[in-house]
């Protein structure tokens, strides 16, 4: 019904930048809010950064003023540029879309499949 796909990883050094991308397609019917989450080895999936439609954001707290959520609402895309990399943000980088596929009245959250991002020197 709904494909989510990520784009945008790599390896980087410690303080360079990177910028993921992340498409939502397939029988949309709206997708309200989308948002990056991660998860490192051994550790929780956690949140990265969310933004809604109406452009309203929230980060998680170790990426504040380091990274940027955005999103093309048209395009049903959102984007996440990361800024002064430290290697404790090494992880699997996932996508989400919050929304309604066309023939379902219920929202429900889409997944990328993940694109992976080591910061390392």
């Known amino acids: 019904q709904v494909q989510v796909v990520e784009s945008g990883g790599g390896l980087v050094q410690p303080g360079g930048s990177l910028r993921l991308s992340c498409a939502a397609s397939?029988?949309?019917?709206?997708?309200?809010?989308m948002g990056w989450y991660r998860q490192a080895p051994g550790k929780q999936r956690e949140l990265v950064a969310t933004?809604?439609?109406?452009?309203?954001?929230n980060y998680a707290d170790s990426v504040k003023g380091r990274f940027t959520i955005s999103r093309e609402n048209a395009k049903n895309t959102v984007y996440l540029q990361m800024n002064s990399l430290k290697p404790e943000d090494t992880a699997v980088y996932y996508c989400?879309?919050?929304?309604?596929?066309?023939?379902?009245?219920?929202?429900?959250?889409?997944w990328g499949q993940g694109t992976q991002v080591t910061v390392s020197s």
């Open positions: 989400n879309a919050h929304g309604r596929a066309i023939m379902n009245t219920a929202p429900y959250d889409y």
């Open positions: 397939g029988s949309i019917f709206s997708i309200y809010t």
């Open positions: 933004i809604t439609r109406g452009g309203s954001t």
